[in-house]
């Protein structure tokens, strides 16, 4: 008998311990739901910041951007070829990796296509 009773006991414990688990579940899935909304939240933050960023460079280098196209190394100096290659390619890198929101392509394009009018003009 005492075989029994033991058996009982355990699947009782069980019982309780699988209750506590179902119990306990929703709230593991509550929290892990509210780290998942806080990590998107986040990554919102993060999108909206990396825009912010991007419309201040961009308008940065527009002003940064010669009347001939070229780009110096500080303000006052002449145009350097260097640079602007630099920066044409940095532009261009940008492109190819698909890192440019929408809205600043034509900023890119227009800071690209000057820069390779001063290009051409420096080679020929």
Not at 21 to 40: D, F, G, P, Y
Not at 94 to 110: P, Q, S
Request: net charge positive; hydrophobic share 40%.
């Amino acid at each position: 008998m005492g075989g029994i009773r033991a058996r009982c006991c355990r699947i009782l414990k069980n019982q309780e311990l699988k209750q506590a688990l179902l119990e306990e579940k929703s709230w593991v899935m509550q929290a892990a739901n509210e780290t998942e909304r806080k990590k998107r939240i986040g990554l919102l933050f993060d999108l909206n910041r990396m825009g912010n960023e991007q419309q201040r460079v961009f308008d940065k280098m527009q002003k940064m951007q010669l009347n001939d196209g070229g780009f110096s190394w500080f303000d006052g100096l002449p145009a350097s070829r260097f640079i602007t290659q630099h920066i044409v390619s940095g532009v261009g890198h940008m492109r190819v990796l698909n890192a440019l929101d929408n809205e600043f392509t034509g900023k890119a394009d227009g800071i690209v296509n000057g820069g390779l009018a001063y290009m051409d003009a420096c080679i020929l």
